[in-house]
């Protein structure tokens, strides 16, 4: 009886926070659903009128939403392989007993705590810059001709910052991973005369492989709705070469005033990610039931 009477309390005092939390979710989404049906532009907000699914139909033909699609997935994936690959390499190195280790471990993972528009502006001013950039520094010492990578390159730019933004999270989580090794397995390995290479592919790497779906899972929500970096740098140029879902559906609502498609752009970006995290979940499920 105890212990039903204090998991009764205990519902009763979180009740308050998970009502709160609730209405802070749904309410904004409700608006948005409810935004997305109707005729609404910022240049005469006075006249609202119900669109039924014009909006939608405006947004799915709209020249630029497949260019956007292909754009976030190319974000996504891109920088998925450069801080799963960079943060594997990485936890291996660090994870080495060397002078300063600690000291080392907290530079690696200081980028994460960096203010993305600051970081977007750091790479943008001072290192992909075609005239005094670090880049262009060392192109001009080699004899080449600086890159203006914002103009040539501008989606890879992106990822670029942004991979450099997320290498420190999963190069902490994979770290984690590796020091859970058995240091037992690792000396039986050596003893039957494994290299470093085979000890890798067949001891390490499926160690690591829960660690890095974890990885994968948590990024791959996050990188959805990456926006700031975008703003600071591309502005989504040139033309739509770098603009993904969520900077479209900025353009629409703030440079084209148009709330109405807007919101129909957040129901489809709400609707693609939620799709997109029911496989994740799936393919994580099965991966941490093994």
Request: hydrophobic share 55%; aromatic share 14%.
């Amino acid at each position: 009886m105890a212990t039903q009477n204090t998991r009764s309390i205990a519902r009763f005092m979180m009740a308050p926070s998970v009502i709160l939390l609730l209405i802070w979710m749904i309410v904004p989404l409700a608006m948005t659903l409810w935004f997305s049906f109707q005729n609404y532009n910022l240049l005469d907000p006075t006249n609202v009128s119900f669109g039924g699914l014009f909006n939608y139909r405006y947004f799915l033909t709209d020249p630029a939403f497949l260019t956007s699609i292909v754009n976030t997935l190319l974000l996504v994936v891109g920088v998925l392989i450069i801080t799963v690959i960079g943060g594997i390499l990485i936890a291996l190195l660090i994870d080495q007993p060397i002078f300063g280790q600690g000291i080392v471990r907290i530079l690696v993972i200081s980028p994460f705590f960096v203010m993305p528009p600051v970081a977007a502006l750091v790479w943008k001013n001072m290192i992909m810059h075609p005239g005094y950039g670090v880049f262009a520094d060392i192109s001009r010492f080699f004899g080449l001709q600086p890159v203006d990578w914002f103009a040539q390159f501008p989606l890879l730019s992106i990822i670029i910052i942004v991979a450099w933004q997320w290498l420190p999270f999963a190069t902490l989580i994979l770290l984690t991973a590796l020091q859970s090794l058995d240091g037992e397995q690792k000396e039986a390995a050596e003893m039957d005369g494994a290299n470093f290479l085979s000890r890798f592919w067949y001891l390490t790497l499926p160690h690591m492989s829960r660690a890095i779906t974890v990885v994968i899972l948590i990024q791959t929500i996050f990188l959805l709705g990456v926006y700031a970096e975008i703003l600071v740098t591309t502005n989504g140029g040139p033309g739509y070469a770098s603009t993904n879902l969520p900077f479209l559906i900025y353009r629409t609502a703030l440079l084209g005033y148009d709330v109405g498609g807007a919101s129909a752009g957040g129901v489809i970006a709400i609707i693609l990610a939620n799709i997109v995290a029911f496989f994740l979940m799936r393919a994580v499920g099965k991966n941490l039931d093994k």
